[in-house]
């Protein structure tokens, strides 16, 4: 197995298997699982929907950097992040520096069938259907693009095929 003395960076969409596919990278290349929402609820000790109903999702942007700050100060970390993560500029920055960017893709039906009946995302609250997702993942797309440095196309493939892609692809 590839020895990875970096950071690794899962990014994309919601819905894109980011999660999933963090823990199970993670297990074969013997790397520490983070994940920022997961951080960010701990630290707040409120849940996303809570977070953005009470405090604003500018403030939820913050506290996504601050913890990205504090995860690249150490490395081996296979980190999945917020699908938000790439909208500040300097979130982007920290990632280049302190690893590799894997950006997920899939298509908007896709994504759709996999987060249908999830009610812990706030952006898609009211808006829950494929053509609202395939609006903000267009707005989103270029930053996706410009954060990348390895693009891997999760539509029809397995976890274990999307993960020795990527490992490939290092
Ligand atoms: C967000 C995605 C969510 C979470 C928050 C905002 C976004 O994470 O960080 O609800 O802006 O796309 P997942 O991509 O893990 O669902």
Redesign the pocket.
């Known amino acids: 197995m590839k020895n990875f003395n970096r950071d690794i960076f899962l990014i994309?969409?919601?819905?894109?298997g980011?999660?999933a596919i963090s823990s199970q990278l993670g297990e074969m290349m013997a790397l520490e699982v983070l994940?920022?929402?997961a951080l960010?609820v701990n630290s707040t000790g409120m849940s996303?929907?809570e977070i953005?109903e009470r405090k604003g999702?500018d403030y939820?942007r913050t506290q996504?950097t601050e913890i990205l700050q504090k995860i690249s100060k150490t490395k081996r970390h296979v980190i999945?992040?917020?699908?938000?993560?790439v909208?500040k500029a300097e979130n982007i920055e920290i990632m280049k520096k302190a690893g590799k960017i894997i950006l997920l893709t899939a298509s908007a039906e896709t994504i759709y069938q996999r987060?249908k009946n999830?009610e812990?995302?706030?952006?898609?609250k009211g808006n829950l259907n494929a053509e609202y997702i395939n609006e903000?993942m267009g707005k989103?797309q270029a930053a996706y693009h410009e954060a990348a440095d390895i693009i891997i196309e999760t539509d029809h493939k397995n976890m274990a095929e999307i993960c020795s892609e990527i490992i490939t692809k290092l």
């Open positions: 994309g969409f919601m819905g894109t980011k999660s994940d920022t929402d960010i996303i929907p953005f999702q939820f996504e999945s992040c917020g699908g938000g993560v909208l987060v999830d812990q995302r706030p952006l898609l903000l989103r």
